[in-house]
T-cell receptor, first 113, second 113 residues
Framework: QQQVKQSPQSLIVQKGGISIINCAYE??????FPWYQQFPGKGPALLIA?????SEKKEGRFTISFNKSAKQFSLHIMDSQPGDSATYFC????????????FGTGTKLQVIP | NAGVTQTPKFRVLKTGQSMTLLCAQDMNHEYMYWYRQDPGMGLRLIHY???????AKGEVPDGYNVSRLKKQNFLLGLESAAPSQTSVYFCASRLAPVTGELFFGEGSRLTVL
């Protein structure tokens, strides 16, 4: 059972464009939603995270939008750069579930010049 | 700073052979996790530990065993390897709080022939 659904599976964006990755979750008990970025041959690394009591969080060119009623959240990458080319994972954590981190299936982003 | 170190980084096994993956962290983190990453499947939790001497099953525990005899080490064992266990394995650690960042190792690529 996939508790966090992520789309699209892959994404090609031109340099300077906006990259948008969407995630949807089922368990309303989730109370923390991080995004991880993974470069080839490396482990994922935390990019940005949000709590469900906030509708938006911005860090530089990266923004998380959160819609609690729809149980959806998304990552927006503004002014996408070739260096942003990586795989992105959304995740969800339930503090009452022994803090297991449930990941989405990942989105491979390619930013072309 | 070493962070999370996984050994070995690459391994080829024959069906039925056994092996152990070692994860070591030097951040004094309570929580440690083993994930496997497969194309289109994202990161799936195999086993995790909430402290020294404790382990618990994740989403896909069958065919794997783990031990956490020391706080800094988390071992993942394959008793009788199967081709379905061909994957990239990631170890991660984090502090106890929900918002604690997951720190990943660089991965161990295992091929079972």
């Amino acid at each position: 059972q996939q508790q966090v659904k992520q789309s699209p599976q892959s994404l090609i964006v031109q340099k300077g464009g906006i990259s948008i990755i969407n995630c949807a979750y089922e368990n309303t008990a989730f109370d923390y939603f991080p995004w991880y970025q993974q470069f080839p041959g490396k482990g994922p690394a935390l990019l940005i995270a949000i709590r469900p009591d906030v509708s938006e969080k911005k860090e530089g060119r990266f923004t998380i939008s959160f819609n609690k009623s729809a149980k959806q959240f998304s990552l927006h990458i503004m002014d996408s750069q070739p260096g942003d080319s990586a795989t992105y994972f959304c995740a969800a954590i339930w503090s009452g579930g022994y803090q297991k981190v449930t990941f989405g299936t990942g989105t491979k982003l390619q930013v072309i010049p | 700073n070493a962070g999370v170190t996984q050994t070995p980084k690459f391994r080829v096994l024959k069906t039925g052979q056994s092996m152990t993956l070692l994860c070591a962290q030097d951040m004094n983190h309570e929580y440690m996790y083993w994930y496997r990453q497969d194309p289109g499947m994202g990161l799936r939790l195999i086993h995790y530990s909430v402290g020294e001497g404790t382990t618990a099953k994740g989403e896909v525990p069958d065919g794997y065993n783990v031990s956490r005899l020391k706080k800094q080490n988390f071992l993942l064992g394959l008793e009788s390897a199967a081709p379905s266990q061909t994957s990239v394995y990631f170890c991660a650690s984090r502090l106890a709080p929900v918002t604690g960042e997951l720190f990943f190792g660089e991965g161990s690529r295992l091929t079972v022939l």
